[in-house]
């Protein structure tokens, strides 16, 4: 099986600041693309930044120029570094990845648990 884990989510002023991580462990030969995506009350889930294994990135247009994604490949985790964060960003945040678990296995997709995000005006 494959476990991914959350951190870094918590309450912060607007203007401010976080850093997520996400680490991938389990049955893991290699990760596709990696991702977060995040899910306010009432809303469906978005997402809001991809990152693959080769580096391309793509962001939702709400969050580009203030959140950048990154991954370590070796650690199999991905972050995302929030910056001039919003109200309008708080919202539960999910880490998502596309695993192969065997080498030319078809990728399967795994969710994390989630983190909250909460910024106050």
């Known amino acids: 099986q494959v476990q991914l884990v959350e951190s870094g989510g918590g309450l912060v002023q607007a203007g401010g600041s976080l850093k997520l991580s996400c680490a991938a462990s389990g049955s893991i030969f290699s990760i596709d693309v990696m991702g977060w995506y995040r899910q306010a009350p009432w809303n469906q889930r978005e997402l809001v930044a991809a990152i693959t294994s080769g580096g391309s990135r793509n962001y939702a247009d709400s969050v580009k120029g203030r959140f950048t994604i990154s991954r370590d490949n070796a650690k199999n985790t991905v972050y995302l570094q929030m910056n001039s964060l919003r109200p309008e960003d708080t919202a539960v945040y999910f880490c998502?990845?596309?695993?192969?678990?065997?080498?030319?296995?078809?990728?399967?997709?795994?969710w994390g648990q989630g983190t909250q995000v909460t910024v106050s005006s």
């Open positions: 998502n990845a596309d695993v192969r678990r065997w080498p030319l296995s078809t990728p399967a997709n795994y």
